[in-house]
């Protein structure tokens, strides 16, 4: 009983709404603009636990919207995987 616990508790994965403002959070950071519509998980890596998560953020600097790609691990980290170009 107390292998099948731990083993639950070490395969933890992060909540939807922490893994959206960890992934916002890193986009902000990695664009220097803000977020102009609500992320979303758009799929879950199964084995691994890892979300891939859709930022959405604007450039006023360069007046653009982007959409950032991350990738959120069991612990809220969130790692950026790729971009789009910038669209008016």
Known sequence: M????????????????DAKFSADKKARSF????????A???KRHLPS????????????ADDLY???YTL????????VIKRTKGKH
């Open 49 to 60: 636990r890892r979300k891939e998560v859709a930022s959405y953020i604007y450039v006023k």
């Open 2 to 17: 107390i292998c099948l616990l731990s083993s639950s508790l070490a395969l933890a994965e992060c909540r939807d709404d």
């Open 40 to 42: 979303k998980v758009l």
């Open 31 to 38: 664009m220097s603009g803000d977020t102009f519509m609500a």
């Open 72 to 79: 959120v691990n069991s612990a809220c980290k969130a790692d």
């Open 66 to 68: 982007y959409t950032v």
